[in-house]
């Protein structure tokens, strides 16, 4: 079958998975069908209510790219500290690193030589 | 239609070429015969490559020798060793050719109305071909010295394409550090190649393998050849300049500057598996290429999160994908040498590596694409001045969607089906692989969404009322790429099948790829 991946140990079937997925929606569908009918669009019913506190425009409310896992580059800063540091933007640097990878890797290749 | 498909690896290289100088006549009479040919030259390439990679599954290795009587003719009467140029295709080289035919049609498609309001686009055009011309030679040629001009012919188009809209400053400086690299890997992979010739008088791979000692020099020749490739293709920590360099250049260009990576990636197996497969060191190079692919998945992802920019945060995440395909086919690298472990699961771990360069050809320009879609009308790559583009771009957003939820692996899309023949297989060898695998996914999709919420979601920005969907040329590209997607979630089998296994093969049959130029049994 084209449908069915072997990866040697299990199989992979994306049918299966496509199955699931529509039934899933179908019944997500079916309970969307039951809820309020009285929902009229492009009217006060669609707008945003918080709390009767004034709303702020689209610009002020968006989440922007720099306040999203805040917390996660927090607790992993001195690994970005780190990390952060070759990346120099200095293409001198960068030659360097080659030299540096190329001479280590000629030496574990000439002494894993010697060793077999 | 039998001379066509026997003439067809040096047409493949040709035709591009041909095209690449006819452009500057026609583009001067006429943009509409311009953009013709450069899209109807690229067509009838695919359609070359389609018809060869057919012969070659039914044929076995497709070899053109330049200059013969005969194209199989590969030693002249009177030699005993192959001298003339060789195009040598076999699974694999025709597996990245069919990536790369497919991925410069799509790119080439959608660079008619991205760089529409560009000066100089003959030119552009130009360069295009010359650098598909240097991928194809790179991923067919069956000659190490021939290697070293292609790569130089995609690597100076390519410096050039990256500094194409020359009003930018960092487009300078992401062309200059293009070039200054690539000179610098091309250089020590020329030394390396005459380590060899100084050695064996032969440049012929083939030839070539059949001759190699595993001398000092030629372990030296090997760390050359591998290192400056994986600085190619932007392996940690030899990746500084991929984020500088690939970010900067028109979107359709980075998705093809990704193929060449893994063109120089393919090089880089080739010369483990074919040249040195019979003498090298297996364990050793393995762990090297693994360890070095675990740190390229890692880093580049977390570097990957913290981008702000969203062409270099999707510059970082290439870098990180590139890092499964090292891991996978250095775990088969690894145990090449011990039958069993190969059989058992060091194949799959290859079809694994190998079909995510398929799968990271197919999403990742895509996504570059859409990256590309975002600067076309918002005249900038910073996420954090972005929003609400959902609104808008509703094509663009269930393009990015689709290549985001493949690239992070998400099930049922193709990134999923490669990367738990992956997972699967490089658990046995050391399960830490995998462990790493697992979490460098989970962090993607987490940089995704985190993109995804910035560039998309949210109300419509004032500053955006006036941005609609791209031009249609610019959705043909991307769509052809996600309808690749879309065939490969639906028939992974017969993908693996037909294309990963046989490429797969190839690599680890040396005697077949030498045989074929020799005609002795090594």
């Known amino acids: ?116 | 239609m039998a001379a066509l498909i026997t003439h067809s690896p040096i047409l493949i290289i040709a035709i591009p070429l041909a095209a690449a100088f006819l452009t500057i006549p026609i583009g001067m009479a006429s943009r509409k015969a311009r953009n013709a040919l450069v899209i109807g030259s690229l067509t009838f390439v695919v359609f070359l490559v389609f018809a060869l990679a057919r012969d070659i599954s039914i044929n076995g290795i497709h070899l053109y020798t330049l200059g013969a009587t005969s194209p199989d003719l590969t030693i002249p009467t009177g030699f005993m060793v192959p001298v003339r140029i060789i195009l040598e295709v076999d699974g694999m080289s025709i597996f990245m050719g069919i990536i790369w035919s497919i991925v410069s049609l799509a790119a080439a498609t959608y660079s008619l109305s991205h760089i529409s309001s560009e000066t100089g686009q003959t030119r552009f055009y130009t360069l295009l071909l010359l650098m598909v011309t240097g991928g194809f030679g790179m991923m067919f040629t069956g000659d190490l010295f021939n290697f070293f001009v292609f790569i130089e012919i995609a690597s100076i188009s390519g410096a050039a394409l990256i500094s194409f809209r020359t009003r930018f400053a960092d487009t300078q400086e992401g062309g200059f550090k293009y070039i200054v690299v690539s000179a610098i890997a091309s250089l020590m992979i020329l030394f390396a190649i005459g380590l060899l010739y100084a050695q064996y008088n032969l440049l012929n791979i083939g030839a070539l393998a059949q001759a190699i000692q595993y001398t000092t020099l030629d372990k030296i020749a090997l760390a050359l050849l591998l290192i400056a490739l994986a600085m190619k293709t932007g392996m940690v920590p030899l990746h500084l300049w991929f984020p500088d360099s690939y970010s900067v250049a028109p979107a359709s260009i980075t998705g093809m500057l990704v193929i060449t990576s893994h063109a120089c990636m393919y090089a880089a197996f080739r010369i483990c598996f074919t040249l040195y497969g019979g003498v090298i060191n297996a364990p050793v190079v393995g762990w090297i290429i693994i360890i070095f692919g675990l740190l390229t998945m890692f880093v580049g992802v977390t570097m990957a999160v913290f981008q702000k920019d969203v062409m270099r945060f999707m510059s970082y995440h290439a870098v990180s994908q590139l890092g499964y395909m090292w891991v996978g086919v250095g775990v088969g690298l690894a145990v090449l040498g011990n039958t069993e472990l190969l059989s058992t699961y060091g194949r799959d771990a290859m079809s694994g590596g190998i079909f995510h360069i398929l799968n990271h050809a197919m999403y990742k320009p895509l996504l570059f694409f859409t990256g590309g879609a975002l600067f076309h009308y918002t005249g900038t790559r910073d996420l954090t001045k972005m929003g609400g583009l959902a609104h808008k771009m509703k094509w663009t957003t269930i393009l990015y969607i689709i290549g985001t939820l493949s690239i992070s692996g998400i099930p049922p899309l193709n990134g999923f089906s490669s990367k738990i023949l992956i997972y699967e297989s490089v658990y046995q060898f050391h399960p830490i692989l995998t462990i790493t695998g697992i979490i460098v996914s989970i962090l993607t999709l987490a940089s995704f969404t985190k993109a995804f919420h910035s560039a998309f979601m949210g109300a419509e920005l004032p500053e955006y009322k006036e941005v609609k969907e791209v031009p249609k040329s610019m959705i043909i590209g991307m769509v052809i790429l996600a309808a690749g997607i879309v065939f490969v979630t639906l028939f992974p089998s017969l993908v693996v099948d037909w294309a990963i296994h046989p490429a797969a093969d190839a690599l680890i049959d040396q005697g077949a790829y030498i045989n074929a130029v020799t005609g002795a049994i090594p």
């Open chain 1, 1 to 116: 079958m084209t449908f069915i991946l072997e990866s040697g140990y299990a199989f992979w079937n994306p049918l299966i998975w496509i199955i699931v997925f529509i039934i899933v929606m179908v019944i997500v569908y079916f309970f969307r069908r039951r809820g309020q009918k009285g929902y009229k669009k492009d009217t006060d019913q669609a707008q945003i209510f918080l709390c009767g506190e004034e709303v702020p425009e689209a610009e002020q409310r968006h989440i922007r790219v720099g306040n999203i896992y805040w917390g996660f580059f927090e607790t992993l800063k001195e690994y970005y500290d780190q990390i952060l540091r070759p990346h120099t933007g200095i293409i001198n640097d960068y030659i360097l690193w080659f030299v540096a990878v190329t001479a280590i890797s000629v030496i574990v290749l000439l002494i894993a030589g010697l060793a077999k």
